[in-house]
T-cell receptor
Framework: QQQVKQSPQSLIVQKGGISIINCAYE??????FPWYQQFPGKGPALLIA?????SEKKEGRFTISFNKSAKQFSLHIMDSQPGDSATYFCAASSSSASKIIFGSGTRLSIRP | GAVVSQHPSRVICKSGTSVKIECRSL??????MFWYRQFPKKSLMLMAT?????????EQGVEKDKFLINHASLTLSTLTVTSAHPEDSSFYIC?????????????FGAGSRLTVL
């Protein structure tokens, strides 16, 4: 019940295309859903996050779509650029717990 | 924004020696710090959670005598890998959360690559 399932494991997108990464969770106590971006040899960096009171959050080219009833959320990267090539992790946590549960990660490659 | 500094970024040591990795919150008070281990092309594996001034809570399967965690102040936590062996070689990452940001809003360090010869 603590798992966060992430797909796909890897993704190749042409420059200018839309990258979509999906995550699903089971624990209904989760109330915070961040996405992290990690470049090789670096620590993860918070990209964007959403709470379940909204169905969508947009920051620049990055959008989170959240479906509370389906217990799913996804990251959309519009106009994908080669600099977006990185590993992306979704995550989930609850306010009452200190742990964040990470998805397995998606290696995104943007082809020039 | 919140910044977490992790040092050293890379360390190579001989088998049997101990290595200390520092994690500092530079511009906020970190009430909770987390230590992760990451294998190549894998997700982050939580090793332990530490709150300032109290003992760390280790995840199942993590040897607390092997991986010593100290969180002596609101800005510093350390991970000491004792009697390191080649299988301890990995990428170790810390993260921190503060009172203002909330317990589940994490800032990560840049990670420390440990290689044990």
């Amino acid at each position: 019940q603590q798992q966060v399932k992430q797909s796909p494991q890897s993704l190749i997108v042409q420059k200018g295309g839309i990258s979509i990464i999906n995550c699903a969770y089971e624990n209904t106590a989760f109330d915070y859903f961040p996405w992290y971006q990690q470049f090789p040899g670096k620590g993860p960096a918070l990209l964007i996050a959403i709470r379940p009171d909204v169905s969508e959050k947009k920051e620049g080219r990055f959008t989170i779509s959240f479906n509370k009833s389906a217990k799913q959320f996804s990251l959309h990267i519009m106009d994908s650029q080669p600099g977006d090539s990185a590993t992306y992790f979704c995550a989930a946590s609850s306010s009452s717990a200190s742990k964040i549960i990470f998805g397995s990660g998606t290696r995104l490659s943007i082809r020039p | 924004g919140a910044v977490v500094s992790q040092h050293p970024s890379r360390v190579i040591c001989k088998s049997g020696t101990s290595v200390k990795i520092e994690c500092r919150s530079l511009d906020f008070q970190a009430t909770t710090m987390f230590w992760y281990r990451q294998f190549p092309k894998k997700s982050l594996m939580l090793m332990a959670t530490s709150n300032e001034g109290s003992k760390a809570t280790y995840e199942q399967g993590v040897e607390k005598d092997k991986f010593l965690i100290n969180h002596a102040s609101l800005t510093l936590s350390t991970l000491t890998v004792t009697s390191a062996h080649p299988e301890d070689s990995s990428f170790y990452i810390c993260s921190a959360s503060g009172r203002l940001s909330g317990a589940n809003v994490l800032t990560f360090g840049a990670g420390s690559r440990l290689t044990v010869l």
